[in-house]
């Protein structure tokens, strides 16, 4: 049972505004721009305590599931039934998993290195999705699609968390996936994980990017289905993030979420779900939201606080000065700048998501700023002295928050969500990181 013409896809630039049917696969309008899912009906607020309810799953895995819990705002399927068997025929979960242990917890060790008070302090970790990282929460919804569409392949470039995810859901629901990597520049390791749940790993001469291109051209003329995070479902089911932390703050917004930078994805996706809700009537008061690069993956905070030509890019409403972005892509391949940080998660140079996370940031006054690689390992590791893992990216939330509390951005009595985007899948940093004394969480081992 559906309800018909609800769900649209729209393009982001508002001169543009090109619209296309839910069932489309496009990524970007025939213009090149990305694309918005849109929904028409505004959901009554009504639901919060029909999602409360949901967290005594009296048996639905769809209840249980930190995503679908939150179905009603992410309809783009256009379910309207409670009936398990009929939204099976739908919802792609990987038995109820994904989300379902993320929320805000309080970390006092954590608060404490910030130096902020321990009640205003909330860390969600994402790594507690069943492939380890907060990828299962946009990869749930995706697929999701794909399935909609009849897609018979997904496909991802990718190196590490995404194929993960791709190949995991991909692997419960009986379709193929194709996980495209750069040849050569790649630790096997780093796809153990695509490798186990039977991902096809395809090798491409060049980088990242000629990767991505060609994972894109592989969708495109082969009917694969592209699971990047330009994929604009991906961003819905990512949306889930902020609702479960905003859930268990009865819904009384934060003043700041926080988020490691990387492709963008989780800033976009934050954005577009404080936009809606704040629509709806769900939320009074818009969070501010803080985004936090590495020192050596730093195109955000470059272009955002007028590192490159003295310009701070904004959305401008619809306006970005792209052309300023151009410039700086080609400034970095110009003088040979690839982004180096030992945080691959964020080692982007160029977030497909910018444009999404610059009306994101418009949209909630947001901050941009940068930690070093040593700051985000004492970040991570104080996570891990309360008791939580997290990956090394993830630190860059902790540490993000002590720097604006340092520079009086953030305000010692602000309530601060950080989230933890991931679970530790490098082995050997935490090791490192204690067998050097002079880190300054070390317990290096005795002897
Ligand atoms: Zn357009």
Redesign the pocket.
Known sequence: MTMQGDAFLR?I?PQ???EYPIESTNVQ???G?LLDVKYKKKPSTDLKEVFYKRRNSEGSIFNESGVWRFRELLNFCQIDTENIEECSKYLVSLDGAEGRQSKPYQMSKAAEFIGITGKNLWLQPEGYNPSGSFKDNGMATAVTHAKMVGAKKIVCASTGNTSASAGMFAANEGINCDVYIPAGQIAPGKLSQAYQFGAQILEVDGNFDDALKQSLEDARNHQGYTVNSVNPFRIEGQKTIPFRALEYLNWQSPDWIVYPGGALGNTSSCGKALMELYEWGWIRKIPRIAVINSEGASTLSDLYNGKFEDEEIRWNKGKPNTELISRYYNHLDKEGIRPKTKATAIQIGRPANILKGLRALEFTNGVVTTVSDSEMLDGMSVVGLNGFDCEMASGASVVGIKKLINEGIIQKDDVVVGILTGRQKDAMLPVEYHQNPKNRFARPPKN
């Open positions: 393009c630039d543009c505004g090109l309008c025939t213009k721009h």
